[in-house]
């Protein structure tokens, strides 16, 4: 089994501040590529950031220099810092997470989601 578990969303005003955080566990042999996806009411489902396991980050242009990615392979985590937020920001956050298991199979995973809400 593996599991990723999101934390960190809540209500802000807008030029706030929030970290998200995600915790993978469970099955895991190694984990590729994790990132940070997000989803409004009506909308598709985005990709937000991305870091690979070499470190390698990407952003969606809508969220550059305002958003960080991060990870910590110890403790199998991904960040996300979301620094001047706007109301268009407002979304469920999901972490996804690209993970060779025990088995040696590669699969993708998928949090909860978290609720992030910018308004005044």
């Known amino acids: 089994q593996v599991q990723l578990v999101e934390s960190g969303g809540g209500l802000v005003q807008p030029g706030g501040s929030l970290r998200l955080s995600c915790a993978a566990s469970g099955s895991i042999f190694s984990i590729r590529d994790m990132g940070w996806y997000r989803q409004a009411p009506g909308k598709q489902r985005e990709l937000v950031a991305l870091?690979?396991?070499?470190?390698?980050?990407n952003y969606v242009d809508s969220v550059k220099g305002r958003f960080t990615i991060s990870r910590d392979n110890v403790k199998n985590t991904v960040y996300l810092q979301m620094n001047s937020l706007k109301p268009e920001d407002t979304a469920v956050y999901y972490c996804?997470?690209?993970?060779?298991?025990?088995?040696?199979?590669?699969?993708?995973?998928w949090g909860q989601g978290t609720q992030v809400t910018v308004s005044s």
């Open positions: 870091i690979t396991s070499g470190g390698s980050i």
């Open positions: 996804n997470a690209e993970v060779t298991v025990i088995a040696r199979s590669t699969m993708r995973f």
